[in-house]
């Protein structure tokens, strides 16, 4: 059973940082390529960050220079460091991982960040 459990979340300040992790089971981590989208109430899943199986990194506009993806494939886990974290940046914060080439998506249930200002 393929289990992504997201960890890290929780009520922090306007300028201060978060460490996201986000701990995979039940796959081949290390041919997946993996990423964290973010829900804010009444908007739409938006792409975060991603990571390839080889490590090439992409983000969205809104958090390049302030996010940082990593992955440590010898623990199956994914991170999202978030430094200068604004309020808009509030949201249920969810990992996904996909391998290459395959259909299915896998999903974690989400953690939330809330960031006061």
């Known amino acids: 059973q393929v289990q992504l459990v997201e960890s890290g979340g929780g009520l922090v300040q306007a300028g201060g940082s978060l460490r996201l992790s986000c701990a995979a089971s039940?796959?081949?981590?290390?041919?997946?390529?993996v990423g964290w989208y973010r829900q804010a109430p009444g908007d739409p899943r938006e792409l975060v960050a991603a990571?390839?199986?080889?490590?090439?990194?992409n983000y969205a506009d809104s958090v390049k220079g302030r996010f940082t993806i990593s992955r440590d494939n010898a623990k199956n886990t994914v991170y999202l460091q978030m430094n200068s974290l604004k309020p808009e940046d509030t949201a249920v914060y969810y990992c996904?991982?996909?391998?290459?080439?395959?259909?299915?998506?896998?999903w974690g249930k989400g953690t939330l960040v809330t960031v006061s200002s």
């Open positions: 039940g796959i081949i981590f290390s041919v997946n390529n």
């Open positions: 990571i390839t199986s080889g490590g090439t990194t």
């Open positions: 996904n991982a996909r391998r290459e080439s395959y259909v299915t998506v896998y």
